[in-house]
């Protein structure tokens, strides 16, 4: 059972490109959620999907930020017109269908850098 | 506000010594509670939960919390450190009632250094 995947590894923008960062969750995980680790801060959690829902986006940036979890293929992160601020590592994280409290099982990350 | 302190940047023991990593929490009612450990460039592991019961929780590679309700702590503790041991620790809490939707609230994180 493979785990979370997450691509690219790195990526590499300029000023004012577009970013999009994938997320296949854990077999059998219906719930993906995104954070984002700063340099030399802890994770913050940005949002919170089930297949084809958005059910809490609160640690989104209002602008420029978007998610989604289709029915079929990864979640995606997008970032618009991203800038130097961006710069950071973004986690993915799945866990199964809600029953009990369940971990979150994290993906080794997507390292954004904006030039 | 609901937050996770870790007031410790960096935790240093010798091999084979006993080591605590602390945490603290400020989050209304009865949080879950959650330890784990990031390797270089990699994501994070899971090491251990509390949900309720026992206040002592035991997980992977020998390591176990202790959850103080009265303190609102959940320190990490393993009582024969190895350097293999050496990474960054995270702490967090997931918020527990209606309207929670399961998202961790993470401390900054302690770097723990075990040296031989």
């Known amino acids: 059972n493979a785990g979370v995947m997450q691509n690219p590894r790195h990526l590499v923008r300029r000023r004012g490109q577009e970013a999009r960062l994938r997320c296949s969750p854990m077999?059998?995980?219906?719930?993906v959620y995104w954070y984002r680790q700063l340099p030399e801060e802890g994770l913050k959690f940005m949002v919170y999907?089930?297949?084809?829902?958005?059910?809490?986006e609160s640690g989104m940036p209002k602008e420029r930020f978007s998610a989604e979890f289709p029915k079929e293929g990864p979640s995606i992160l997008r970032i618009q017109q991203v800038v130097r601020g961006d710069s950071a590592a973004y986690f993915c994280?799945?866990?199964?269908?809600?029953?009990?409290?369940?971990?979150?099982?994290f993906g080794p990350g997507t390292r954004l850098t904006v030039l | 506000a609901q937050s996770v302190a870790q007031p410790e940047d960096q935790v240093n023991v010798a091999e084979g010594n006993p080591l605590t990593v602390k945490c603290t929490y400020s989050?209304?009612?009865?949080?879950?509670l959650f330890w784990y450990v990031q390797y270089p460039n990699r994501g994070l592991q899971f090491l251990l939960k509390?949900?309720?019961?026992?206040?002592l929780v035991k997980g992977s590679y020998g390591f176990e919390a202790e959850f103080n309700k009265s303190q609102t702590s959940f320190h990490l503790k393993k009582p024969s450190a190895l350097v293999s041991d050496s990474a960054l620790y995270f702490c967090?809490?997931?918020?527990?009632?209606?309207?929670?939707?399961?998202?961790?609230?993470f401390g900054q994180g302690t770097t723990l250094q075990v040296k031989p």
């Open positions: 994280a799945s866990s199964p269908p809600a029953q009990g409290v369940n971990e979150q099982f």
């Open positions: 077999k059998g995980h219906s719930h």
């Open positions: 999907l089930q297949k084809e829902n958005i059910i809490d």
């Open positions: 989050v209304s009612g009865n949080p879950y």
């Open positions: 509390y949900i309720t019961g026992d206040n």
């Open positions: 967090a809490v997931s918020p527990h009632g209606s309207g929670n939707t399961g998202k961790l609230i």
